[in-house]
């Protein structure tokens, strides 16, 4: 399976700070894995019709997953430092999984992926990376744009899933979260096999600021405002950043 991958040729500034450009060639990398593997299973389940069958040999059960992680772990493993020291929460989130529509969270990966990471960001800050979440449904092009449907995405799942995480017992070494979504988006008057692509978005909060909105010391437009945001589309070539607002 050849997997194309786009280089970065900008340099983003946030607030002053320089997003590092490991960070960005890691969601390059990630939202290409992603967008194929969201075909492939899409052109599966089109063909084949063995939904049950495919979508369980596919899509990973959270639980699974890190379990089967966080019993194997050993020093070879890249994170093996930052999972062993924070066993605990993913413990609680094994068991308390409940993102947005979703009571348990899957992830569209392989058994050779994990999809609970450490990266660095603004300042060198430590960044919880929690990716390959799939969202259940399917959005129609007819209806919504490329950032009406990021807008909904962030609104209905992906500000859930971190007010839901933070509540696990982050560490205060850890200053920022992000959470990256697989969605479908397709012409629904297109009843062709390929008309139904993946989309990826990435949502980036700091973790003090998802606490002050667990607390309600921010509201949903003000969380929404002060998150940073990235995305491949259906379309797209490459990750760009761009700007969500409140459905």
């Known amino acids: 399976m050849l997997l194309c991958l786009f280089s970065l040729n900008i340099t983003c500034f946030c607030q002053n700070n320089i997003i590092p450009k490991q960070f960005l060639s890691e969601i390059e990398i990630n939202s290409s894995k992603c967008k194929l593997s969201y075909l492939t299973l899409s052109l599966a389940l089109k063909v084949n019709r063995e939904t049950d069958a495919i979508v369980y040999g596919s899509f990973l059960d959270m639980v699974d997953v890190l379990s089967s992680h966080l019993d194997t772990?050993?020093?070879?493993?890249?994170?093996?430092?930052?999972?062993?020291?924070?066993?605990?929460?993913?413990?609680?989130?094994?068991?308390?999984?409940?993102?947005?529509?979703?009571?348990?969270a899957l992830f569209l990966i392989t058994k050779n992926d994990f999809p609970i990471s450490m990266l660095k960001y603004k300042?060198?800050?430590?960044?919880?990376?929690?990716?390959?979440?799939i969202y259940p449904n399917v959005l129609n092009t007819l209806k919504l744009t490329s950032r009406e449907r990021a807008s909904q995405i962030v609104s209905?799942?992906?500000?859930?899933?971190?007010?839901?995480?933070?509540?696990?017992?982050?560490?205060?070494?850890?200053?920022?979260?992000?959470?990256?979504?697989?969605?479908?988006?397709?012409?629904?008057?297109?009843?062709?096999?390929?008309?139904?692509?993946?989309?990826?978005?990435?949502?980036?909060?700091?973790?003090?600021?998802?606490?002050?909105?667990?607390?309600?010391?921010?509201?949903?437009?003000e969380i929404i405002e002060k998150s940073e945001y990235f995305m491949n589309d259906r379309d797209g070539s490459s990750v760009k950043k761009i700007k969500v607002e409140v459905m």
């Open 73 to 104: 772990l050993n020093q070879t493993h890249k994170n093996y430092e930052f999972l062993l020291n924070n066993k605990k929460m993913f413990s609680a989130m094994m068991n308390n999984a409940y993102y947005g529509a979703m009571r348990d």
């Open 123 to 133: 300042n060198n800050s430590n960044m919880l990376f929690l990716t390959n979440i």
């Open 156 to 221: 209905t799942f992906a500000l859930p899933c971190m007010k839901e995480i933070c509540g696990y017992g982050i560490k205060p070494e850890i200053k920022y979260m992000c959470v990256g979504i697989i969605y479908g988006a397709m012409d629904f008057s297109d009843s062709s096999l390929t008309s139904q692509k993946g989309e990826v978005l990435y949502m980036i909060s700091n973790v003090n600021d998802i606490k002050k909105y667990q607390e309600a010391e921010l509201t949903e437009d």
